[in-house]
């Protein structure tokens, strides 16, 4: 989050320069389509005018926060409704990129912060992310379809659109059961989140409810787990599970004076066979042979992922924790494995 701060801090300049467009502005301020939009159907029509005083998100700074994101596949967005649930939501980049960055950025703009849910049809969809508060609000700009083989199942999240299919903004819905209609050649929309925690506060979600706030943030797999934990909805959504994991049979960190701990943060990608197909080093707080430590990930094997029966590729962020005992044992652990090392 401090990178993105940071990074939000020189796009929000470059707006400054080419637009006059204060980061206050941008943040608490609607941000309202250019064209007036009415909702039909899972997307809308553009019949119906909207206020024609608006803040923009201009090009350069929506180009400059875009360009500069990088979302790797392990962030969940929290949804924090007006009464204090939470709700939370899986993103699919690998079908969708472009959306999910979109999606992130309004996000951690605070743009949704105090929106509603406008629509509510049961047994259908809610939706909301709309400014305006009734269907005919964005965010000053239109993104690219990213159509996919996704399918609207229970707690799919995809975008609301016009009948021009690169209309979409801002406004998303969530699915209240299976809806094949959406998946049709003719009708489609861009599916690019699943909700992994939450529906039951999602199905009661009445007209006009509000959005506190939504934040986005990478999650460890164990966090990811918790998240999960108890709640039968979240069976739409198998997060990867250890089969069979190597530790290393060496302390990373160079000094072995008793009560030094610390990790080696990694972010995995999963494949559909449960391999891991690549390894990324995060920034961490010990010394370590980076070769060894690849070469040994590689092997590792996880049950894929999976929404709903369908086997998907996945993200996880794991750390590898060292605690040096004593001036003869070094304890590691990760994913609930446990080995204990002479030094």
Known sequence: MKGFVRMLCVATMMGLIGSLVIAEEIIKKPLLD???????????????????KRVQITSKLKKSILDTLKVVGSEI?????????KIYMKFLPED??????????????NFYDGLTFHRVEPGFIVQGGDPAGNGTGGAGYNIKAEFNSRRHILG????????????ASSQFYVCLQPIPSLDTPGNRYTVFGQIIR????????????????????PKSL????????????????????????????????????????????????????GEVENVKFLPSDMTYDEPHVKALVKNWVFTPAKIGE????????????????????????????????NL
């Open 222 to 273: 164990s966090e990811l787990q918790v998240i999960c934990k108890g709640d039968p909805v979240c069976a739409i959504y198998t997060a990867p599970m250890v089969k069979s994991i190597t530790l290393p049979d060496y302390p990373a960190s160079e000094s072995s004076s008793k009560g030094t701990e610390g990790k080696i943060n990694l972010r995995l990608h999963i494949n559909k066979k």
């Open 156 to 167: 799919t999240v995809a975008m609301a659109r016009a009948e021009d299919p690169n209309s």
């Open 34 to 52: 250019d064209n007036g939009t009415k909702y039909s159907g899972a997307g809308y029509s553009s019949d119906v005018e909207t206020p024609a």
């Open 310 to 341: 369908t086997v998907i590729d996945d993200n996880i962020n794991l750390p590898i924790e060292f605690k040096v005992i004593n001036d003869k044992q070094c304890e590691i652990r990760c994913a609930n494995e446990q080995k204990l090392i």
């Open 198 to 217: 939450g529906m039951d506060e999602v199905k009661g979600i009445q007209v006009g409810d509000k959005i506190r706030s939504i934040r986005v943030e």
């Open 96 to 109: 969708a990129p472009n959306t999910v960055k979109n999606f992130i950025m309004l996000a951690n703009l």
């Open 77 to 85: 967005a929290t949804i924090t409704m007006g009464n204090g649930d």
